[in-house]
């Protein structure tokens, strides 16, 4: 609070003959709400699982194991969201000139960057878990290795999420539709979980979290597909899931070569996973532009 007070002393500087009391608050409020209920869910959402595994495991180290998968992951999709903080300000502002052909330029090229980064991300961290984990966590965290492989899919889902909420709804000004959104897959979060996590500690909680996502995905999809050509926009990434499909395949294979050194398996497999995705898209790429220019 103190650092947004601080902010005011610089205002006179840039701006002149402008006082506290024009200021009409009200008309913000309830924008301002807009914004601020799906974020409070959000931060419920993010910590209600680890929550309910607390309290209704007796067995602690569900929730040790949990917590420090989930940790992994996000820190994971950190880097598949990475490009929604500067694509914000720029969609509202194309928005705001009515320029809607751009605007779907924009979201095309966030969906393709989003599918290019997190398509070899979830099956990379599926394919090298089992070596990784024990080394990044520990040996004691063993069953994290499973609660990993069942969060992945979470960077593709949240992706796409944050494409279509954060980068899409929120700079047009559909934040009602943003917000019902997160509640809906927040209430299905809690429902599931009174189920899933009784009769399947972490694991369950994990399947919760994939399918509660999915339903956020689903919602926001309906909301934007008379303005963006989903389908269109899926065909046109399947490279992605295609070539991260082969990198997974090929990096399990040399699990065949029987290396004892977890380090140098994980080192290996991710060296060979990347030089496999990028000649896969690369291959795909010259195989479209030569049918291209044959027709």
């Not at 300000?89 to 969906?111: D, V």
């Not at 303005?227 to 295609?242: E, G």
């Not at 050194?261 to 990028?278: A, P, Q, S």
Request: some cysteine.
């Amino acid at each position: 609070m103190l650092g947004n007070i601080s902010l005011w002393f610089y205002l006179p500087k840039y701006f002149n003959n402008y006082y506290i009391k024009n200021l009409n608050i009200k008309k913000h409020i309830y924008p301002i709400l807009l914004l601020f209920i799906p974020q409070v869910a959000l931060k419920i959402y993010n910590i209600i699982d680890k929550i309910m595994i607390g309290y209704m495991i007796l067995d602690k180290s569900e929730l040790g194991n949990y917590e420090e998968a989930y940790k992994l992951i996000n820190i994971l999709f950190t880097v598949v969201s990475s490009l929604g903080v500067v694509m914000i300000p720029r969609i509202a502002n194309i928005f705001s000139t009515g320029n809607y052909k751009k605007l779907n330029n924009y979201i095309k090229s966030s969906f393709e960057f989003t599918f290019f980064l997190s398509f070899p991300i979830m099956f990379g961290i599926i394919a090298i878990s089992k070596e990784f984990v024990p080394i990044f966590l520990g040996e004691e965290y063993k069953k994290a290795i499973l609660i990993v492989t069942s969060l992945a899919p979470i960077i593709l889902f949240c992706g796409i999420t944050n494409v279509i909420g954060t980068q899409y709804l929120l700079p047009t000004k559909r934040q009602k539709q943003y917000t019902i959104s997160i509640i809906v897959g927040l209430i299905v979060n809690i429902i599931l979980n009174l189920i899933f996590i009784k009769r399947a500690g972490a694991i369950g909680a994990a399947i919760v979290t994939i399918i509660s996502q999915f339903i956020v995905l689903l919602i926001q999809v309906s909301y934007i597909k008379k303005q963006v050509n989903i389908k269109s926009i899926f065909a046109s990434n399947i490279k992605y899931l295609i070539a991260s499909f082969i990198m997974f395949v090929v990096c399990n294979l040399l699990n065949l070569l029987n290396i004892n050194n977890r380090v140098i398996l994980v080192i290996l497999k991710i060296f060979v996973g990347v030089i496999i995705y990028f000649i896969f898209i690369y291959i795909y790429n010259k195989i479209i532009y030569l049918n291209i220019e044959q027709k």
